[in-house]
């Protein structure tokens, strides 16, 4: 992902821990707009969806030490981009909510298990693009912060993920 020059790398990198090393196998196309987290309990990277030059991707992918696989899956979140994105350790799942549908925003949340994707709620945080999440071991909660709600409005709210539901957290 990432763009060089005006064109979207299809670059992978690994960092050891000392340096960084190109991973110099095919993998998906360059793109940005994507989600990605790191899922702890198989132990692969998970890629959803992006952009480039007009292109949209509803694609699922998963890296890991041996490279990229493209997964092959019925269904799912379609159109996405900059969505919210965190990874659920408890749950063993990764969680997206939101995100550009072109022409308009979602306010879905899904969750992909590394075999299927969910849809897990319809309702909670208006539509934005742009969200911050991440996930609170502690309290066993994702949480949601901000985002764009569209030109130019940009949310300042803050919101917590359960598991099953959306509440919103008031803060002073």
Same mark, same amino acid.
């Given at each position: 992902?990432?763009?060089? !020059?005006?064109?979207?790398?299809? +670059?992978?990198?690994?960092? =050891?821990?000392?340096?960084?090393? /190109?991973?110099?196998?095919?993998?998906?196309?360059?793109? !940005?707009?994507?989600?990605?987290? &790191? =899922? !702890?309990?198989?132990?692969?990277? @998970?890629? &959803?969806?992006?952009?480039?030059?007009?292109?949209?991707?509803?694609?699922?992918?998963? &890296?890991?030490?041996?490279?990229?696989?493209?997964?092959?899956?019925?269904?799912?979140?379609? @159109?996405?981009? *900059? *969505?919210?994105? *965190?990874?659920?350790?408890?749950?063993?799942?990764?969680?997206?909510?939101?995100?550009?549908?072109?022409?308009?925003?979602?306010?879905?949340?899904?969750?992909? +298990?590394?075999? @299927?994707?969910?849809?897990?709620?319809?309702?909670?945080?208006?539509?934005? *693009?742009?969200?911050?999440?991440?996930?609170?071991?502690?309290?066993? /909660?994702?949480?949601?912060?901000?985002?764009?709600?569209?030109?130019?409005?940009?949310?300042? +709210?803050?919101?917590?993920?359960?598991?099953?539901?959306?509440?919103?957290?008031? @803060?002073?």
């Amino acid at each position: 992902g990432g763009a060089g !020059s005006g064109m979207m790398n299809e +670059d992978t990198w690994e960092w =050891d821990g000392k340096s960084w090393i /190109r991973f110099n196998g095919a993998g998906p196309e360059g793109r !940005s707009g994507f989600a990605m987290v &790191y =899922d !702890s309990k198989r132990k692969k990277t @998970v890629l &959803y969806g992006g952009t480039n030059k007009g292109q949209k991707y509803v694609d699922t992918w998963e &890296y890991n030490a041996t490279g990229w696989k493209k997964i092959e899956v019925q269904g799912g979140p379609g @159109v996405r981009l *900059a *969505a919210g994105y *965190a990874y659920d350790s408890k749950r063993g799942m990764m969680i997206l909510f939101g995100g550009l549908t072109l022409p308009g925003m979602s306010g879905e949340t899904w969750g992909w +298990d590394g075999t @299927v994707w969910t849809k897990l709620a319809e309702t909670g945080p208006a539509p934005r *693009a742009m969200g911050y999440m991440a996930y609170d071991k502690e309290r066993d /909660r994702i949480v949601l912060f901000g985002g764009r709600l569209g030109w130019p409005n940009d949310a300042n +709210d803050t919101w917590e993920w359960d598991g099953k539901q959306w509440m919103e957290i008031k @803060v002073q």
